[in-house]
């Protein structure tokens, strides 16, 4: 495979269920061969995709002061602003990221029961000081989840299980809408192909990611040889994660990519659909073959993703 697939999921809305099994089928190969494909025909307006690309634009710019009150560290559920180099992807590398991210998650108010209750990832957002900023990024956020919602229904037709299969393992989930920007890179220092976000595969489900025309991302083929992926106006880049490959019990697979540091400033916002804190990740039966057994015991959402999120973030380390 030299490219990543282009998959029309306008399909999966249809009320005709050959035509929502025949974009399934091709969402379940792009899963199988590659981890990832191009979503087009989504229905997410393009206004509303330029309306998240000039929020992010303006909170980067902000003075480094104002977006620190806004930082992750003052969140216990990953949410906020991280800094330069605040993280590094590559748990093998030296180096952290040489880039910075704001996080918002499903928005809670103060009083509601599982946030007074401190309960793992169910927190309040982080909001700065912007008119206007707070409802143009969760009305992108509310159009991901949806879009994130209607392709679980073709995995689920896919894998041969109840097609609103996910529905009540994604109906209140720890998904995060994460703004990105990656810097030029410094002419003085000599940093690794990988060095804009390190080679790593996604924690989730599912990741919707909208690219700003800058290249950068690169994934690796099964081949081992690493692909672009360029910007295809109009579309999503969108890939698998380890939880849902852990639910498939390796039938879909995750892929390790990466993203260089660019010659200009670089922006992308990525929607990383992680189940529900409580949701039950267990290897669904009919993903285990004859004579075969479930590659991974039961865990939790928020267990795993804790787990995960310790061995990335610099600031989490610290309190492991």
């Known amino acids: 495979m030299t490219a990543l697939p282009v998959i029309d999921v306008s399909a999966l809305a249809s009320p005709h269920l050959s035509a929502r099994t025949a974009a399934a089928v091709g969402l379940g190969q792009a899963c199988r061969e590659i981890g990832f494909f191009y979503a087009v025909n989504h229905g997410i307006p393009e206004a509303t995709r330029e309306d998240i690309f000039a929020a992010a634009r303006a909170f980067f710019a902000l003075p480094v002061a104002a977006k620190e009150e806004c930082s992750i560290k003052r969140s216990r559920h990953n949410r906020g602003y991280v800094a330069l180099e605040g993280e590094r992807l590559n748990e093998g590398s030296a180096r952290s990221d040489f880039k910075e991210a704001f996080n918002v998650g499903l928005e809670l108010a103060a009083d509601n029961p599982e946030v007074i209750a401190g309960k793992p990832f169910r927190g309040v957002n982080l909001w700065p000081a912007l008119p206007g900023w707070r409802e143009t990024v969760l009305a992108y956020y509310d159009a991901c989840w949806a879009l994130g919602r209607r392709i679980h ?19 209140a989930p720890m998904a995060t809408l994460r703004m990105l920007h990656y810097p030029p890179q410094p002419q003085s220092q000599d940093r690794a192909p990988d060095s804009g976000a390190g080679t790593h595969t996604d924690y989730g489900n ?38 849902l490959m852990r639910w498939t019990n390796d039938v879909y697979v995750s892929t390790p990519h990466r993203v260089a540091i660019p010659v200009q400033d670089r922006y992308s916002v990525a929607f990383f659909l992680d189940p529900n804190p409580d949701a039950r990740v267990e290897v669904l039966r009919s993903c285990i073959g004859p004579g075969a057994s479930p590659k991974y015991q039961p865990t939790s959402g928020a267990d795993y993703l804790r787990e995960r999120l310790t061995a990335t973030y610099d600031h989490l380390k610290d309190r492991a």
């Open 206 to 243: 599912l990741t919707i990611l909208a690219t700003d025309g800058v290249a950068g991302l690169q994934v690796r083929a099964r081949s081992g040889d690493w692909l672009d992926a360029p910007h295809i106006p109009g579309t999503f880049v969108c890939n698998i994660g380890d939880c």
């Open 153 to 171: 229904h073709g995995f689920a037709l896919d894998l041969g299980i109840a097609e609103d299969f996910f529905e009540d393992k994604l109906d």
